[in-house]
């Protein structure tokens, strides 16, 4: 039995556990919140989205903690393909939501949503690709503790420079927009615009590090279990920031009504 694996794989699933935890007590304390300007609107897509983006991590995130037992080598490929999928569409479905906001933001361009669906169809075309190129798993003798899947470096760093190169683009378009209305056009903002752009650049800041993170393991230990860590941490942010945007921009829209909001 290699002690040292199996020791870093029980750390991962506490690590991933605290993820969990941490994901319940934002839908908690948000909840009262939630009902208000989410449960009690009427049905949107943006609502659909949400929704989506908001419990899906709740099902893919239970399952990566889970001790299996004897677990074989298949058992283990459908396992961590079923929680990947799942972790990049939800992954897929929130950066919909940013693009939503920006797209708005240019007054519905056609060319900003060719833009955006081109960019999410080649983050779902590397996703496939980095599936279909995954490493054989390593799971560890004597039972016990979950299998090992790893990817090669080339599959992993796909997808992050892809998550990494769309999060750039929409923030980038975000600041470009703020920058031609409230300083070329002259353009007063309001408390919700503000709150808008505001919002959209924190959440850029928050993810990158972790983006980043998941790179530089990737390059390092592409085998090891250190990327299904950051992995679960990056999934579980990514769904309470993007769910936070939209609740925030509701919470202060019905406040300022002055401005349509998604």
């Excluded at 993810?207 to 530089?216: A, D, E, Q």
Aim: with cysteine; proline share 3%; charged share 10%.
């Amino acid at each position: 039995m290699d002690i040292a694996l199996v020791t870093q794989l029980q750390s991962v699933s506490y690590v991933k556990v605290s993820c969990l935890a941490l994901l319940i007590y934002d839908i908690v304390i948000k909840l009262d919140s939630e009902f208000q300007h989410i449960w009690s609107a009427n049905w949107t897509y943006i609502k659909i989205l949400y929704l989506f983006t908001r419990y899906l991590p709740l099902i893919d995130t239970s399952i990566t903690f889970r001790i299996w037992i004897n677990v074989d080598g298949q058992s283990c490929n459908v396992f961590e393909t079923v929680v990947t999928i799942l972790a990049a569409l939800g992954i897929g479905v929130a950066e919909i939501i940013l693009m939503a906001r920006t797209y708005a933001l240019y007054n519905c361009s056609k060319k900003i949503l060719i833009v955006f669906i081109s960019l999410w169809l080649v983050f779902a075309a590397v996703v496939a690709w980095s599936v279909s190129t995954w490493s054989s798993p390593r799971i560890p003798a004597g039972g016990g503790i979950q299998c090992n899947f790893g990817s090669s470096s080339s599959s992993g760093l796909g997808n992050y420079l892809t998550l990494m190169v769309s999060e750039t683009l929409v923030v980038l378009l975000t600041i470009w927009r703020a920058v031609s209305l409230f300083y070329r056009d002259g353009i007063k903002p309001t408390s919700l615009l503000r709150s808008f752009y505001r919002d959209g650049i924190f959440y850029y800041i928050s993810l990158l590090p972790l983006i980043v993170s998941n790179i530089v393991v990737v390059i390092v230990d592409p085998l090891g279990p250190h990327p299904n860590l950051i992995n679960t941490l990056l999934r579980v942010i990514h769904s309470i920031l993007a769910c936070r945007l939209i609740l925030h921009l509701r919470e202060l829209n019905a406040i300022d009504q002055s401005v349509q909001t998604i």
